[in-house]
């Protein structure tokens, strides 16, 4: 897609003078075929948070041993060592680097939990040494790795399964059938809401990294840098080294779901997003916005997306619970949560109709281990190209985001445009933060401009599009370099 620059270059010849504690055989990485009664051999990569449930549920799951625990901070080894050998009797094995496991010829499948920015460096090693993966939201930390990941997938025959969940429910699936069949009308805006508390996380202080946390593996991929309480082992979710914000860690579910009614939907040809830091504190030391509004153009559908994080406090924040879903406006009316408002209001209607997507049983761990014995595409429910582009949506708003220029609320009235849902966005934005303390007159938005994007090429076109394309990947640390050529 781009041309190798001499410093990717010398990044890559790094990597791969330092990198070997793994070989590739061949041309394609060789796996075990595995049989129905055989066990499926799991390491687990990243073992905190969102590990713990792919602890749990893959103990559920018939004829899978977890062998292999992986996870640079040692201090909670033992704690779900411990929760695995309860459970299936078995010990694991505990290392903070994992590409001293990658060789072991019989641990079949990777799942990876660890912060966003290794997701897909660990999704690309797995697949060369020959191991399935199941990979946690959002697949890549920019748009560049996304596209690797399903170069890699294809190209060493691995099972890539996503964790957006929502791929792996029927009811989901029927639900978007009926959006897409035009017996509600014609879709003109697919919205999803990400609204989740993201108050203030204040400021820790810099300090030596523990002796028990290998911090150059943590750090990986990103710059490296100064150690503070701020990174490990959460709120990494809002700087820019290592997450993307609420749009790419609980937003990229409902943002797949918002794709996903768009039929026929893969990138856009126009992005824009506005928002900004707002807390009614004062700054702190996050970077990445808790207040967001994303509009996509995809043909004649726009996908409009609201991420509000001043939301579930009852004393700061009366009127604005959670909101976690997804809308899709059409001409005859609303379809919300499975049923139809004609002309958005009633009582609605199930909604019905279309060919929905015959979704593999099993909760998203019970499928991806079906498909990993069956090695059938179809089974699996949300595949890495389906995962690329949904993880990418979140990348394009923020690319715009990151671009725009500081204006006062009642300068921004201009770039909102006419279209309803739009406008009823940005000024739900504006009331939320209004109601956390934070006056109209001091709100002060980061509106990104609108831009032009080619999804054949994967890259932007027009104005701003060097600063944009900038933004498509990002420098690597060597030797944990994210490979041009997979």
């Known amino acids: 897609m781009t041309r190798l620059s001499r410093r990717r ?68 080894w033992e704690a779900r060592a411990k929760s695995v050998e309860a459970k299936s009797m078995l010990r694991p094995n505990m290392v903070q680097d994992i590409r001293k496991v990658l060789d072991d010829k019989n641990l079949d499948v990777v799942t990876v939990a660890t912060c966003n920015h290794w997701h897909s460096l660990l ?144 990138l856009p040809t126009k992005v824009w997003s506005l928002g900004g830091r707002f807390l009614p504190d004062g700054p702190d030391q996050g970077q990445t916005p808790n207040m967001e509004l994303s509009v996509m153009e995809f043909g004649d559908v726009l996908l409009v997306f609201e991420t509000r994080g001043l939301v579930a406090n009852a004393k700061l924040a009366p009127g604005f619970p959670n909101q976690v879903e997804n809308e899709y406006y059409t001409t005859e009316g609303l379809i919300k949560g499975g049923k139809f408002y004609q002309d958005g209001k009633g009582e609605g209607e199930k909604v019905s109709g279309g060919e929905p997507r015959k979704v593999t049983p099993g909760g998203a761990f019970g499928a991806f281990i079906a498909a990993v014995r069956s090695r059938k595409p179809e089974d699996n429910n949300a595949s890495a190209e389906v995962a690329h582009y949904s993880a990418a949506l979140c990348h ?31 000024e739900k934005l504006a009331a939320n933060s209004s109601a956390v303390g934070i006056p109209l007159d001091k709100q002060i938005y980061n509106v990104g401009p609108t831009l032009t994007f080619d999804p054949a090429t994967e890259r932007f076109t027009g104005d701003k599009a060097e600063a944009a394309n900038a933004l498509v990947g990002r420098e690597y640390r060597a030797p944990f370099v994210v490979p041009e050529k997979v």
Request: glycine fraction near 10%.
């Open 9 to 76: 270059l010398l990044q890559a010849a790094a990597a791969s003078a330092v990198f070997p504690l793994f070989t590739i055989s061949g041309t394609k990485a060789s796996g075990r075929v595995i049989g129905a009664n055989d066990a499926v051999k799991v390491g687990v990569a990243g073992i905190n948070g969102r590990g713990q449930s792919h602890i749990s549920e893959l103990l559920d799951v018939p004829n899978v041993r977890i062998t292999t625990l992986i996870d640079p901070d040692q201090t909670i």
């Open 123 to 266: 999704t690309i090693w797995a697949c060369q040494a020959g191991k399935d993966v199941y990979v946690e939201k959002p697949i890549s930390h920019n748009i560049f790795e996304g596209r690797k990941c399903v170069e890699a997938a294809a190209k060493y025959g691995r099972v890539v399964q996503h964790g957006t969940q929502q791929r792996s429910s029927q009811s989901r699936a029927d639900e978007i059938a009926a959006v897409q069949s035009g017996k509600y009308g014609k879709l003109l805006v697919s919205k999803g809401y990400c609204c989740k508390p993201r108050w203030s996380i204040g400021f820790k202080n810099v300090e030596a990294p523990p002796e028990t946390l290998d911090w150059n593996i943590w750090v990986g991929p990103a710059p490296m840098q100064d150690f503070h309480r701020n990174l490990v082992h959460y709120n990494w979710h809002w700087f820019w080294d290592f997450g993307n914000g609420d749009i790419g860690n609980q937003g990229v579910h409902e943002m797949d779901v918002a794709r996903w009614g768009i039929k026929d939907g893969t």
């Open 396 to 426: 394009l708003a923020n690319i715009s985001y990151r671009l725009g220029e500081k204006v006062v609320y009642d300068k921004v009235g201009g770039s909102v445009g006419k279209n309803a849902q739009v406008k009823e966005a940005f």
